[in-house]
């Protein structure tokens, strides 16, 4: 196409060009432009607060001689398995919440007629933030037949008081197990108790995975092992797979092992364990936690 | 009148190299024309559309350089010249959309009726990456509009009937044009059985029915302005994948778009364009039909996708033909998988991890006719992508693998093209094409989270970090034109760099049960690939002739030959016409295919050669009937293409009728 006109013309021509081929060249950078300020608003969901569960009241009791009230709560009802507890301890008289000065031992006790015995038990440790005493126990057997008691001894040393407060409550087995125990190949009388502590609340992804390990010297000795090593391995029993990224639990401190399990999808998850003493030596390569969750 | 048609035609085919002959289409091969219904004068209507029972894919495929991926016998998946899926960029319209299920079992093709289907424009030319990147290529599908010259009320309707899967199809269009506002509505239905193959035995899982609706209006009031909106809504369900291990119980697309046009008369600026635009996919995989599975799964999926773009083309100025376009889009896919298995909980799991991709791009051509000799025809196009899994919990999914998945991920990608094209004299043309093309890696090849590839029996993994694919393209064709004889040849070389492809890990372990291993998407140094695509094409009063010839090969820097490329194929169709009838034979086959990418599961496939026989019978009075009848594998041969996923064989002989009815 050739157009024939004046330079004049031609040029008042090339300048409406260049005027209506900025004001469209405008507008395309304006939709380009609109699409950079989409990118760069946030549309990311704020990460929800976590809430701390509610604590349930399990039992209360007075420790005799000391005029203390004392109240067992827990995250749920006695089960079998690692029970996280927390005391609070109030004035008797004056409902005044007692914050420290106290030194809480604690005995749980299973009777079953014919023998009575104990289980694990950590140390009662004061928590300045929520004026509680914390501990955890170990639950190893459900209540019927049997029946599970814990005496709290309690010493006062602001004032030298000292008394006992006797709890009664019933331990329940959860549906799926939360504590499994295995009999060491190396020596058949060593016996072994692997309780879950978390994930409590499991998700796809990466969850920690923390366990105690206790060994049971006698009936009323239930120390924690710390010279473990545990390799894990989370299958899906249903469909014959694992996760990958795993990472096994060391050591952390008073039996207590840490590591990270990855969960690819929600279901029935079993976490294999091997267990092996200090030399390296398998101790149990037969033992699990079912972790199952939607 | 007359000028009014030409003017429309010219709208809808801008796109075409300068210099086109108005009175004979050519064949050009770079880009590729599929008319519809209006244009039975067109010497190649009976090429692309001898059988009007047909689908969208299968004129697709008579595209040189288009080859389909069947897993079933539905919704083939297009390869252009080996290269498929995120590699080809296929759109409606222009409109970026995308399939919703992870296994590729609906590429969009399968949502477009030839109904919907105005042309289809293929190829690699400048300006094909108007529509966005394409590494290999584009596909463009633009649906058919309404046909502004026709007075009051017109339509057809077309009725079909074929013995091999006892198919039964329906389709109607109604337009009207008056003063204000122009409209064109359309529905198709379609039910087809499990077909038989070449020995006589019945395929199971190849049955599928659909139904498709559509509507279009075009504002009448002025020649200035137009306004345009288009619906489209396929649905299909109860459809049979015979390649996988589970079929589709319901595929539905929503496909819509507003649209204003401005032309001009007297400016330099001939029109520009805005449309706004959205498209909503859900797809559901199903494996309740299937009597012996390890564990029933539930997958469903969707894909959205909302986006606008906007053009300004320049009327010629001292030769030069200049456009621009600018383009955004926001695409959302999300696929879960719940597993049952009798004695266990539910197990969820997502493959698509709400994942949430943001691209806009900036395009500007020119086709420069420099003298009657030499045309320079020259595009240049950037993109930016911002892609991200929209919550924490999608996020967990891929910190599995210890990604970091925090932070969104941004790319860029260059795609530049120069063709310089020679007019040694009226009948021969030499034409080069010399190009940077880059790609994105696609929402699964980035994101993707145990995805089951059934053709290599693997588990993929999406790898963020993957950088673009690249490729530095070289091409040259050569045309030979006469008013009714062409020949065309173009030859190809690709080199890819950051070729994507899986590659087994050898300590991750398979999820699903069967499944051979996990392979993560990874980068491979470099690739090539080459090929041609050759055709020869005769077009007299009496008969014409359309010969197709393609071929692709390739390997990456293990020298491996790369996946999915089809052997040597060729498509050769005569047709005999008279003034009411005409009468078309055909053959198509390829050679055996050997050399084959083992890592991939692929299998060497036979040679394979099978005879069509279509005809067609027009009476055109005041009404237009046309009846339509054809034999497809005549001999009855038993065979399978080499991209036939499963090798699960093609139909036996198949006898079909057509009638259409026009007014």
Known sequence: MVINCSSDIKNSMINIQKKMKKKYLFILSTIVLLGFANCNKDNNEPEPEPIAPVQILVSEEYAIGTGLKISYYSDEDP?????????????????????????????????????????????????????????????????????????????????????????????????????????????????????????????????????????????????????????????????????????????????????????TMTGWWRINMLIKDGEGSVLTDDVYLDITFQ | ???????????????????????????????????????????LNEYFRGNRFSMTENAMERIPAISLISRGNYAPEPVYRGFSSGQVNLTIDGMHIFGACTDKMDPVSSYIETNNLQEIEAGNEVNCNSNGAGLGGCIDMKTVKPNLTKKGVYGSLSSGYQTISNGFNVATSIGFNNKFISGLFSGTFRSNDNYTDGNGNKVDYTQFTKANFSAKLVSNFSNFHRIKFDYIYDNAWDVGYAALPMDVSLAKASIYSLSYERYFFSSSIKEIDFTIYGNNIYHEMDDSQRPDVPIRMDMPGWSDTYGAFANVKFRGLNGHDFSFKGDGFVHFARAEMTMYASDAAPMFMLTWPDIQRFVTGLFASDLWSVNDYFNLDYSLRYDYSNSRLQNEAAKDYLRVFGYDVDEPISQSIWNIVIEPKLKLNPLWNLNWLAALKQRLPTVSEQY???????????????????????????????????????????????????????????????????????KVYQSLDYAYMTGFEASAFISKEKFSWVNVLNFTYGKDSNDEILPQLPPLK?????????????????????????????????????AWLIANLRASYYLKKKTNWTFQAGIENIFDNYYYEFLDWGQIPRQGVNLYFNVTFQF
């Open chain 1, 79 to 263: 089960f079998v398995g690692y029970n996280k507890i927390y005391f609070t301890v109030k004035d008797s008289i004056t409902g005044e919440t007692i914050s420290n000065d106290l030194e809480i031992t604690i005995l749980p006790m299973m009777d079953m007629g014919t023998t009575q015995h104990s289980c694990p038990t950590e140390a009662v440790v004061h928590n300045s933030e929520t004026n509680q005493y914390e501990t955890a126990i170990v639950y190893v057997m459900p209540s019927n037949p049997g029946t599970w008691t814990l005496t709290a001894t309690v010493i006062n040393n602001s004032n030298g008081d000292s008394g006992v407060a006797l709890f009664n409550f019933d331990v329940v087995q959860p549906d799926e197990a939360k504590l499994t125990s295995f009999v060491s190949n190396l020596d058949p009388t060593a016996s072994y108790f692997i309780s879950l502590i978390q994930p409590t609340d499991p998700k796809v992804g990466e969850n920690e995975f923390e366990i105690l390990i206790n060994r049971r010297a006698s009936m009323m000795s239930w120390p924690y092992e710390p010279y473990l090593t545990v390799e894990i391995d989370p299958q899906m029993p249903a469909m014959n797979h694992g996760s990958p990224n795993n990472v096994n639990p060391v050591h952390i401190g008073n039996g207590h092992y840490k590591g990270v399990a990855n969960f």
């Open chain 2, 570 to 606: 060729l498509t050769s169709t005569f047709t005999l016409k008279a003034k009411n009838w005409d009468i078309s034979p055909e053959i198509v086959g390829a050679i055996s295919k050997e050399e084959i990418r083992v890592s991939f599961g692929e299998k060497s496939a036979p």
């Open chain 2, 1 to 43: 009148m007359k000028k009014q048609i030409f003017f429309v035609l010219a709208i809808l085919y801008c796109y075409n190299t300068n210099g086109q002959d108005t009175t004979l289409k050519q064949i050009d091969l770079q880009e590729f024309t599929v008319v519809e219904f209006e244009n039975e004068d067109d010497p």
């Open chain 2, 448 to 518: 993707g989270f145990y995805l089951f590839n059934a053709q290599d029996a693997y588990d993929y993994i999406g790898n963020p970090s993957l950088d673009p694919e690249s490729a530095l393209q070289a091409e040259m064709s050569v045309n030979y034109k006469r008013t009714t004889f062409n020949v065309s040849l173009t030859g190809f070389y690709y080199h890819l760099d950051n070729y994507i492809v899986g590659v087994i890990d050898p300590d991750l372990s398979p999820m699903t049960i069967g499944s051979n291993g996990v």
